[in-house]
């Protein structure tokens, strides 16, 4: 696949960008680390609502 380069540095500026506040809202508050518990016992719940 063919992508034109500012395309190309436009995506890689935002996953920059993306990654610097993911992980000031980690430092700040654990936000992923919440965010990840609650997925895993969301799908523990439904897990269990199946079997």
């Known amino acids: 696949a063919n992508a ?4 190309i540095n436009c ?3 935002l996953s920059r960008r ?3 506040a993911l992980q ?3 430092r700040r508050c654990q936000y992923l680390t919440r965010e990840a ?3 895993l016992a969301v799908q ?3 897990t269990t609502m199946t079997e």
């Not at 034109?4 to 395309?7: G, K, P, T, Y």
Request: aromatic letters at 0%; a negative charge.
């Open 37 to 39: 518990k609650l997925m």
């Open 18 to 20: 993306i990654a610097i």
């Open 11 to 13: 995506m890689h500026n």
């Open 4 to 7: 034109d380069a500012s395309v």
């Open 24 to 26: 000031h809202e980690e």
């Open 44 to 46: 523990d719940e439904v």
